[in-house]
């Protein structure tokens, strides 16, 4: 039998940012015969408001919170077996800071086409709406929570950026944002630069671009919002 096909579906980043999802994203869902997500209440909740005809027990449904042995197993016999699979993440790209990376590396492995369709991306908008460099950047996830490690860490990237004109992408759970941002402050330079993305395709979005001298006298409310930040030259 033909190998499926893994289609890597868009998410929201913003619960109310449906907008910035592609037209065809229910065309895509209707050519899956099961589902691998990082949450499958989630996931389905979505299905359920994009098709409001979709008969969510019809489908098979795997959660890949972290991605184990048995689930890549399950993934490949279904490809094997002709299923068409897709994949969601919790917010933003499938595959991109997401667990959803190593069922796409398996796909790859037992030759499967894999199709991906492109969302709303906290690290590309951010990086376009910063006046930032976008022919160098990195992005590095979490932060250290150890607070000399985290020091550290700030300190490296900066020194780095100021050496190689490299933007430095980085992320934080909600309820800690407010303890990176004054680490940040606390050990960059006052001419370097901190763009602080906020709740991006939301109602409220903000992506702005300062000196880390404007944001120690100008410091937003960051907690328990979505934000991405940004080191740069």
């Given amino acids: 039998m033909k190998i499926g096909k893994v ?4 998410m929201v980043l ?10 065809d994203t229910v065309k895509w869902i ?3 015969d099961a589902f691998f997500v990082e949450e499958e209440k989630t996931a389905r909740r979505f299905f359920k408001k994009l098709w409001k005809e979709m008969v969510i027990d019809n489908y098979i449904w ?12 399950a993934f490949t016999q279904l490809l094997k077996q002709g299923k068409n699979i897709g994949i969601l993440s ?3 790209c499938t ?6 990376q190593l069922l796409v590396a398996a796909a790859q492995e037992i030759g499967a086409t894999v199709k991906p369709y492109v969302g709303p991306s906290s690290i590309l908008l951010a990086l376009m709406a910063s006046g930032m460099n976008g022919n160098l950047f990195q ?3 979490y932060l250290p929570i150890d607070a000399l490690e985290r020091k550290n860490k700030i300190q490296a990237l900066e020194a780095d950026s100021l050496k190689r004109a490299c933007t430095q992408l980085f992320i934080e759970t909600p309820y800690r944002n407010n303890q990176l941002l004054e680490a940040i402050l606390q050990n960059c330079h006052p001419n370097t630069r901190l763009c602080i993305g906020v709740d991006i395709t939301g109602p409220n979005e903000q992506i702005k671009t300062e000196t880390i001298a404007y ?11 979505l934000v991405i930040f940004l080191l740069g030259k």
């Fill in 14 to 23: 913003h619960e109310e940012g449906w907008e910035a999802l592609p037209a």
């Fill in 90 to 92: 919790e917010a933003g």
């Fill in 7 to 10: 289609y890597l579906l868009p």
């Fill in 139 to 141: 992005f590095h996830g």
């Fill in 30 to 32: 209707q050519q899956c």
């Fill in 95 to 100: 595959g991109i800071a997401d667990p959803g």
């Fill in 215 to 225: 944001w120690k006298s100008n410091k937003p409310e960051l907690h328990k919002k």
């Fill in 62 to 73: 795997y959660p890949i919170h972290k991605v184990e042995a048995e689930q890549i197993k």
